[in-house]
Structures are given as C-alpha cells and as structure tokens.
C-alpha cells in the first residue's frame, strides 16, 4: 500500500499577491484544504492553506509564505501529497488511483495482461493503463463489466477486455 497520496496539484498563479490556482483530485474538492500540511513529491518541502474558494474549472489558494506572483509562479505543476493515514478509508468497490498503480491485470484465466501503470480520467469515468510485458499499452474503461474483481491485498485485478465479452 502506498504511504503518501497526491491529492492536488498547484497551477499558474492567481493575481498578483501570490494565489495559486489549485486542481484537487479529491471527492470533494475543497477537501484538500482538511487534510493539514501538504508536501511536494520529494517531501523536500511543505505547503499549508491560508485560504481556498472554489473558481470557474479550479480552486483558488492563498498557501502560507506564498505572497507574490513570482513566489506562486516557482510552484507551477508543484504535486500535493499527503501521508495515506490522514485519508479516510474508501468506501466498499471505491479505490485510490494510487492503490490501483502496479496491480497486475489478469483474464479470467489469471494469464497476465500487464501492469496498471497509470489511471486516466478524461471525464467520461475512470480509465486504467495496462502496460503488457511487449507492446503497447492498453486503455480500459474502469468498470464492474470490464474490471470486475480488484484485489489489492493480492496484487492484482482480474481484467476482461471488450473484445472478450459475450
């Protein structure tokens, strides 16, 4: 299980007194404002937020110690984490992208499929990236019908490809 979860990631700047543009990848999108202290990938640094209020497609966020354009310019593209347990537990058949991330894709059968090596969401629904062993990647709709068994304690999701139904 992954220790630390993305849950945002800071855009262009806001203005001129240091805001920042803020895309959160949370259920709820100004829940990323509850979750305390947000860090950078390489936990180098951390970011708290002053403010936060809901704009047009984004957020918009003060963060402490951020107070000029230039200041929040330096940040652009800047990945928020926070550690796993500060998260609350997903629901039943809910999963974190990042718990679905280096799950083995398996058919029915259990032959391998590949790895889910990234979850796209273009905003039609979830899409899981496959990256077989040789070849190119798969792109699958996450649902019951294509995914229907995720199971993260073992490591892997049994995957029946359009192709394949009846």
């Known amino acids: 299980m992954v220790n630390r979860v993305c ?16 895309r959160s990848f949370t259920e709820d999108p100004m829940a990323v404002a ?7 990938e390489d936990g180098s640094r951390s970011f708290e937020i002053e403010s936060i209020r809901p704009a047009k497609g984004h957020l918009v966020a003060r963060l402490r110690g951020v107070n000029d354009r230039d200041a929040a310019k330096r940040l652009t ?9 500060r998260l609350p537990a997903p629901k039943e058949d809910e999963f974190y992208h990042a ?10 059968d259990g032959n391998q499929l590949g790895t889910i090596v ?6 039609a629904g979830d899409i899981l ?17 294509i ?4 199971d993260i304690k073992r490591g892997r999701v049994v995957v029946v490809p359009p192709e394949e139904k009846e």
Do not use: C, K, W
């Open 77 to 85: 593209g800047t990945e928020l984490f926070v550690p796993r347990e």
């Open 34 to 40: 509850r979750y305390g202290p947000l860090e950078s």
């Open 129 to 145: 990236e496959i990256q077989p062993a040789v070849g190119a990647a798969m792109l699958l709709p996450f649902t019951q019908a």
């Open 7 to 22: 849950v945002a990631q800071i855009g262009a700047p806001h203005g001129v007194r240091g805001e920042v543009r803020l």
């Open 118 to 123: 990234a979850v796209h969401n273009f905003g």
């Open 99 to 108: 718990d679905l991330i280096g799950l083995a894709a398996v058919d029915g």
């Open 147 to 150: 995914v229907p068994t995720v």
